[in-house]
């Protein structure tokens, strides 16, 4: 068990590109999450995964915004036309999803985006 | 609207003063209520999760207790290697049967020798 990986690390980007997260959680866990965190602030939700069926989405993810979990495995998070407001600290966490809905979850290291 | 309201912001300790850590919510139903701790640069690590008024968990220099309406997590004999960011955050019962958790903005604890 090496725990939750994320890639890259750190992210620069210039307003306008397109970048692309990746998520790679515990080997057999089912359920996969994405939060967002900006400085001082805690973690908001994203979006959650069952599988590979994305069943919740935050209205704080736009349409610039999509997910996947191709065959319930790693998951991508893609930010299209990036924006200033668009930096923060992308956290992916991920549970075992067989204990209740009150697991622990197991967080990544996150990806830091900058948007100049 | 489902809220976590942490205090205070921030707080310094010297070696060995213990304190306590605040954590308020409104929550329509509370299915569980967790502590992580965060260090600079990584993400949140689980540290307790309470599910009942009166509820207490310890772990190590670190207590945490649950009543109907706040969290507190207590901190007895601090040392240097305890400072960090501690996250509170709520699952609502109406999260869907998942665990979608409403974090505060946390405190940030630094503990000098």
């Known amino acids: 068990d090496t725990g939750v990986s994320q890639n890259p690390r750190h992210k620069i980007t210039k307003r306008g590109q397109n970048v692309t997260f990746r998520c790679d959680p515990i080997s057999e866990h089912n359920r996969l999450y994405w939060y967002r965190q900006t400085l001082g602030q805690g973690p908001e939700f994203l979006t959650y995964f069952q599988n590979e069926a994305q069943l919740e989405k935050s209205r704080l993810l736009s349409d610039r915004f999509s997910a996947e979990r191709p065959k319930g495995s790693f998951s991508t998070l893609e930010i299209q036309r990036t924006e200033q407001g668009d930096s923060a600290m992308y956290l992916c966490?991920?549970?075992?999803?067989?204990?209740?809905?009150?697991?622990?979850?197991?967080f990544g290291s996150g990806t830091q985006l900058s948007v100049l | 609207e489902d809220q976590v309201t942490q205090s205070p912001e921030a707080l310094r300790l010297q070696e060995g003063e213990s304190s306590s850590l605040n954590c308020s919510y409104t929550?329509?139903?509370?299915?569980?209520l967790f502590w992580y701790r965060q260090d600079p640069g990584k993400g949140p690590e689980f540290l307790f999760t309470?599910?009942?008024a009166g509820e207490e968990k310890e772990k190590e220099r670190l207590k945490a207790t649950l009543t109907k309406k706040e969290s507190f997590l207590h901190i007895t004999a601090p040392k240097p290697e305890d400072s960090a960011t501690y996250l509170c955050a709520v699952q609502a019962s109406l999260s869907g049967g998942y665990n979608k958790l409403i974090f505060g903005a946390g405190t940030r604890l630094a503990v000098h020798p």
């Open positions: 309470l599910y009942s």
């Open positions: 966490a991920s549970s075992l999803g067989i204990m209740g809905d009150s697991e622990k979850l197991f």
């Open positions: 929550v329509s139903g509370l299915r569980g």
